[in-house]
Structures are given as C-alpha cells and as structure tokens.
C-alpha cells in the first residue's frame, strides 16, 4: 500500500492510495472513481478481489484529504493527471489499464476513455449526462440552461472502441435504467450489461453479482492480447 500524492498545477494536492497487484514485473492497474460524495478509501477493504491488480483510489478535490472544490473542469482534468502520474511508473502495465467509474465517476471515467489508451471501462449506475438525469427528475425546471451540459458521458459514448461491462442496479431510483441504456446503446466498442437484481443505488457493492461483474471483466482483460 502506498500513499499518493498528486500535485496540480493550481496548487492543489490530491491524495490517495495505490494498493499494488500481486505478483512479479509490471501490474495491470485498476483506476476507481466514486460517485457524488464517496469517499473513496472504503474500496481498500476490498483490495483482496482485485487479485494480480493494483488499484489506484484517489479522492477528487474536495473529498476526503484532497485539496480544492470540486469542480467538473478540475475533475475531469485531474482524472487525466491521475492516469499521467502513474502510467509513467516502471511497475504499472501501461497496455493493461481499466477505470471503473461509479455514478457520478461514470462521466469522468468515460471522459478519461476518451483522452486516454485504455484497455477497458466498468460503468456503474452511469448516466448519460447530468443534465438528463435531472430534467427528469424536475421536468418543470429548465435545467439545461441553468447547469448546462453536464458530464456528457453520451457525447463520448459512439466513438469509443474499448470494451464496456456495465453494471446497473435493478432497483435505482437516482440514475432510472432509461439513462444508462441510452449511454449503453450508443458505446462504440463491445459491450456487455449486467443487471443486479434487488439492487438500488446505493447497495450494489453489497451485492456479490456486482463483485463478480468485475471481476469478470478483469479476467477478461488478462485474457486479451495487448
């Protein structure tokens, strides 16, 4: 386990962990991003499923021992950072790196795929963009001129080649399936949607299909020729 320590160029400082995969020479890497208001250090309880791959977990700015206010620019750049700082490291597999990005993390997620070589993305309780998600929650507001164009993961969605796994919970009330199914459709590259069953929001982790889901995917990529 190690401690991460990101500086930006506007002076903030985001901090994190890199729990490295077992085994010898270069790690596959597993790069996490949480959803709106997750504090990202309870994913090192789980640090055993990951197996031979490291798993980077850094806190957007704002959250938790990182620096800042969270700001849609800033995290989406600061993802890029993120992936910049430690695809430079001898010991990271640079053909093998998969983020996964939880509700809110979807955006940034598929905004890194869009940026960065990656070898694969799991998108959990992902949205298409924030924007929709909202103008169906408050049909009587203008959303769309008051926010804008939110983590528009929908506009990156048809040009992306890498593999998709999916995961959605069957009983989510914040991110209704239409949104997701609508990002889903429109992903460029092979994709696969798992939906796990009972699940809302905010208990998928407690699910073992969700673990599974992951884990899948990640044999997966071990499987696949760089």
Known sequence: ?????????????????????????????????????????????????????????????????????????????DALAVYDHLVARAHVDRRRIVAIGRSLGSGVATHLAAHRPLAGVVLVA?????????????????????????????????????PLRMITAERDRIIPAEHSARLFDAWGGPKHAVIVSGAGHNDLQERPAYWSAIGGFLADRMRERP
């Open 126 to 162: 992902p949205f298409d963009s924030i924007t929709a998600v909202g103008q169906r929650h408050y049909p009587f507001l203008p959303v769309r001129l008051i926010v804008g164009t939110r983590y528009d993961a929908l506009a990156h969605a048809p040009r992306l080649r890498l």
């Open 1 to 77: 386990m190690e401690a991460l320590q990101i500086h930006r160029p506007d002076g903030v400082a985001l901090r994190g962990w890199l729990a490295r995969g077992s085994g010898p020479g270069p790690r596959p890497l597993a790069l996490y991003f949480g959803g709106n208001a997750e504090e990202v250090s309870w994913m090192l309880g789980e640090r055993d499923r990951f197996g031979a791959w490291s798993l980077a977990l850094v806190n957007y700015r704002g959250y938790g021992a990182s620096e800042g206010h969270p700001r849609e620019a800033a995290l989406l750049d």
